[in-house]
Every structure is written in C-alpha cells, then in structure tokens.
C-alpha cells in the first residue's frame, strides 16, 4: 500500500520562504503525476501546482512566480519552493500522487504566514 509522508510546514514571517516535501513510500517506480493542494479555514481545497513525469509543471495564478514545484523520480518524492510568501498563503497543504491510476494524499502540513 502505497503513502505520502510530507515535512516541511511551519510558521514564517511575510516575505519569508518555506521548502515542503513529499514522498512516496511503498509505490515502486509506478507514480505518475504529482502535485501541492491547501485549504484555508472556511475554503474548499485548491491546486496550487503540479507537476508531470516528465517535469512540465502548472500553477495557479495566485502563486506564480513565487512557489516552484520540482521531483526526484528516483526518490519519488515531490518539492515545493515557497518564496515571497503572504498571509493569505496560511493554509493546510496537502500533497497529491497519482500512483498507478490511484490518487494519494498526504496527511497535509499547516503553514502559517504571520509577523
């Protein structure tokens, strides 16, 4: 049975940068496409990124040119760059495999944006 284990969350000041993790555990070499969900207090869960196999990679619009999305095939374990962060970047965020046709979540990783 394959899992997602993420680390990475924590509480920074605005401006600041956060680096998640993720990785698949117990999915030989079948994962195919990988992503960062979150979800604020009150809001349904949004994509934030993703990112295929072979590395092409979307992002929403609200994060875009301050989060990078990247993966260690041969790890099978996915990476979210968060730079420039806001306080309304403040949200669970989960992780997401697609694994031989199955989706995967992780356990989520809070973030917090405050000063």
């Known amino acids: 049975q394959a899992q997602l284990v993420e680390s990475g969350g924590g509480l920074v000041q605005p401006g600041g940068s956060l680096r998640l993790s993720c990785a698949a555990s117990?999915?030989?070499?079948?994962?195919?496409?990988m992503a960062w969900y979150r979800q604020a207090p009150g809001k349904l869960r949004e994509l934030v990124a993703k990112i295929t196999v072979g590395g092409s990679t979307n992002y929403a619009d609200s994060v875009k040119g301050r989060f990078t999305i990247s993966r260690d095939n041969a790890k099978n374990t996915v990476y979210l760059q968060m730079d420039s962060l806001k306080p309304e970047d403040t949200a669970v965020y989960y992780c997401y495999a697609d694994i031989t046709g199955y989706r995967y979540w992780g356990q989520g990783t809070q973030v917090t944006v405050s000063s």
């Open positions: 117990g999915s030989g070499s079948s994962v195919n496409n």
